[in-house]
């Protein structure tokens, strides 16, 4: 039987609807993302083989820590203090010059690191202004890249394929900040990944190997870079006589950039390899590059950058992407009653419907009772009438301002669920919707009952922990 044209409407809008999840224009950091080693959200590592870290994370499943470039010899002591290390980080986020014009430089997209030495030079001169120190000394200047050498350690982003130096085997992570700058970085980088989790439920934070390097057009010179294998991770600090040590570990299997793969898939019909792993989940980044260099052999001017960064990327639009692939449904979505009924905006899911208003229940009548036998929080009528159509199995969609009582609501859903012998799932984009209701259930002497599965609540121990209770 050939679908309806209710069907086919539905189905276009379902496929219209996922598509917009991806945004393949060059405001997706997925898709254009700004690398620099002296950017505050983001750290650049340097001196390693890819190959080996992916290896040590994954494989051996190992914690590696991430290395501070030592200051030079000649860095004034007076900026070496507490007192000037605490003044400078509030300077960095609270100094204006220097926050516009780091933003000027970072929305340029160019890792200028010339430029950021000047910047920051400039904002720990006000500092001493303002804590009194005396002038410095002028003829001394230090070189970020030139102390890197002067220790052994190679600057370029640009990482080799092969090699060996005792570092490379080691547990550490190389980079280019000092200590107060990647201690100051990694607090932030932290901060927002905690953030994310509790907003959307998803950890942003990856360690990213490779990077394609392209071009708008033809004739643009702006260069774009995207990132190609994605290594999800944690950051963990521990507290030593020397300060903080900061390290990563891997929390799950490297994926690719689905947002890159589309934009090659439409606007020049090549497909980006799959990043294939083991049974223990490693796999080859060197085959991988390869193989994308091979892809994109016919794009002028398009190559890859083997460069390694531990960063926020956007992921979570890929993963809602992932879950709406019609081939990973054993029947497509598109078609099912529920589904249809939302793309339709009606509880019937008939396109000439018009959107209908639930009828008020006689909530004094003996058959309500029956109907919401517990009451594990105060309800008025509104809220009962939720109650019933719900414990019913109707379909809706309830709306109320901040303290209508919307989370009691739910509870009381919840509770007569639980009380049939049914099983609820809960779910909420931000953390802190699931924590109201569960407070209200804890309340209620049903907090045992509930398995949470939201950001870091989801990993495996923590699961069987809550099982086990």
Known sequence: MPPTDDQQRSTRLYFGLRERLLDLSSRNRMLNYPVGSRSRRQVVIVDEIMEDVHRLLVSDGVTLDLEPLPRPQDAPDDEETADFRIALEHARVGDAVHIAESLAIEAAGRDDDAALAVLDRALRDRVRVELGLPQRDRRVETDRM???????IEPNPDLPAAGYKPSHTDRNLQTLKYPDELDATLDRIC??????????????????????????????ERKLLAPLVLLPVRIEARTTDGGRIWSILAIGAAEINASLARLMERDFGLSLPDFETDEDGTGSIEAYLEQVRIAIELLRRWQVRRTMVLGHFPVGRLAMYADLDPTAWSHPPAGRRLVDAVLAGTDEGRWDAEASVLPDHPIDDPDAETVVPYLIHDADASQHNVLVDATRGRDLVVQGAPGTGKSQTIANIVANALGSGKTVLVLAEKQGALETVRRRLDAAGLGDFCLSLHSERASPQRVVDALRR
């Not at 030139?146 to 052994?152: D, I, M, P, S, T």
């Not at 509790?198 to 390097?213: K, P």
């Open 146 to 152: 030139a102390q890197a050498r002067r220790l052994g």
């Open 191 to 220: 901060a927002d990944a905690s953030l994310a989790e509790q907003e959307t439920g998803q950890s942003d934070l990856y360690l990213a190997f490779g990077f394609l390097q392209r071009f708008e057009s033809d004739s643009s």
